[in-house]
């Protein structure tokens, strides 16, 4: 008897339980169920947002290297709006052909842009790098050496002090033009730069 009597007092409890908390143990499942499906459908939006990408990116990139215009862009507004590698890299691209066609205020224009999407530290150095080197063709030169302070990676050493000397060179400061070319020489590995570097320093006058 007393076993049946505990026995019952536990599924009244239990009983008891959920009469009171239902609503609370509904809204939990409800707030469950709801996120892994948000979590299924995030991650194939995701999915299909990549691929989308690439197939743009794939379309817009074979284009380039066959037409002479940039305007047949404004067909693809949406793709400025997907923050992720492939925008990042198409950017890069049209940046260097602005700058082969001679428009460096674009070029310019692309790249400050590129750098409110990027994510990769690699990419926005890499950028950063471009970036300060149009900057010098545009004789920004102040512009030009802040942005050099944004390269955050020693292994971009040589190519930062190669634009810094040239950037001390335009404001006719040989001194420190000296200086930041034997630091990149320093720092170099690369034969070709070396090369550069050393014919920049001979060049210098005294």
Known sequence: MEIC???NKYIYIIKYFFIKYIKILVVLLVIIVFSIISSIYWKSYKKYDLQKSAQIFEEISSQLETTSK??????????????????????IKLAKIAVEKNDIL?????????????KLADLKNLINIRLARVQL??????????????????????????????????????????NAYFKGLESSNAKMLQTILKMKINNLPN
């Open 70 to 91: 940039l305007s047949f862009l404004s067909d693809k507004k949406n793709i400025n709006n997907i923050d992720n590698i492939y925008v990042v890299l198409l950017n």
């Open 106 to 118: 674009g070029a310019e224009k692309i790249l400050l842009k590129t750098l409110e999407i990027v």
């Open 137 to 178: 063709a545009l004789n920004k030169i102040d512009k030009s050496f802040h942005t050099l302070t944004k390269v955050h990676s020693k292994e971009w050493n040589t190519i930062v002090e190669n634009i810094r000397g040239d950037l001390f060179l335009k404001q006719g400061d040989i001194i420190n033009a000296r």
């Open 5 to 7: 009597s505990h026995k």
